[in-house]
Structures are given as C-alpha cells and as structure tokens.
C-alpha cells in the first residue's frame, strides 16, 4: 500500500510580529515541534487528525473540493490546502498531528496551524507526484484558512526552516 509522510517545523518569531503587518521586517526562526501529515490509499476518503480538532472526518472529495459527510466536523484548513493542491486517484486516508504544539491541552503558540497547512500541501503535491513550489500554495492556502488575515512570516518559516528575516510581499 502506498504511503507517504511529510512533516514541517512551527516557528518563534524573535522580532517584528506585529511591525511586519505595516511592511516592517520579522526575524523569525523554525523550532524544534513539527506538524506530521500521513497519507495512504484508502477504502474512502476520511481525515484522521490529532491535536486540533481530535477525531475522524470523513469527506468526499466532488470536482477538487472537500464535502464533509452528514454529521461530521468539517476542517476548514484541510479543505484549504485540499483545494490548493486537490488529491487524485482515488481515495485517501490522511493523517494531521499537531500533538507536539499544544501542553497539557493549552496551544503553544507555535505556528500550528502554518506548520500543518505546509506539511499537507507538501504531502498532498507529492502524493499527486507534482514539482510545484510548496511555499507559494502552502501560503495561498492559509491565507484562505485565515479569511486573507496575517502576514505570512509563520508560513515562510515552516516552508524555510532554520532563522530568517520575513517582509510582506
């Protein structure tokens, strides 16, 4: 059975957090707490995620867009990054762990939701065996998921890793 795995680092920004809104630079550096995603075929199309939103969601997927099933809870960062980077082939079962960025049940803080939304849509690119550049969809996607709100700096540094110094545009 086919399987893939792909994982990206949450991020402390050091300086700049709210400056860079107003086009000021962000040095920001990737830590050591990583967002895994899974992806295997599967029987049906069903989300298993961890951290956030614990549970199974099961979904169908109808001309590249995400419909949850009767009862279910819908995830509106999966079908972000699902709409960005749509699977194909058949379908699948994915995996979210966002575990290591929460503490006795209280979020840490540390770019969650950028470091899921990069390791899904890498995940979800080399599942459909696409070249695409994961950095320009993982930020479509979460600025979709965050209704165009936010600068940006967290998903740079998931998708760059290690310290950098992070502009708007």
């Not at 550049?133 to 940006?152: I, K, M, N, T, Y």
């Amino acid at each position: 059975m086919r399987t893939l795995t792909a994982s990206a680092p949450g991020k402390l920004i050091l300086c700049g957090e709210y400056a860079v809104l107003d086009g000021a630079p962000a040095i920001s550096a990737a830590v050591d707490r990583r967002a895994v995603v899974t992806i295997s075929a599967a029987d049906a199309d069903v989300v298993v995620s961890r951290g956030f939103r614990d549970g199974r969601h099961r979904f169908a997927a109808r001309d590249g867009r995400v419909e949850w099933r009767s009862g279910d809870t819908a995830l509106p960062l999966f079908a972000a990054c699902w709409d960005a980077v749509p699977a194909a082939g058949g379908p699948v079962g994915v995996s979210l762990d966002t575990a290591a960025f929460h503490a006795d049940d209280r979020k840490l803080g540390l770019g969650s939701s950028a470091a899921l939304t990069v390791a899904l849509v890498a995940a979800l690119a080399t599942w459909q065996g696409s070249s695409a550049d994961v950095g320009p969809l993982a930020a479509a996607a979460h600025r979709e998921f965050q209704g165009g709100a936010g600068s940006g700096v967290d998903v740079a540094t998931s998708v760059a890793g290690g310290l950098i110094r992070f502009t708007t545009g």
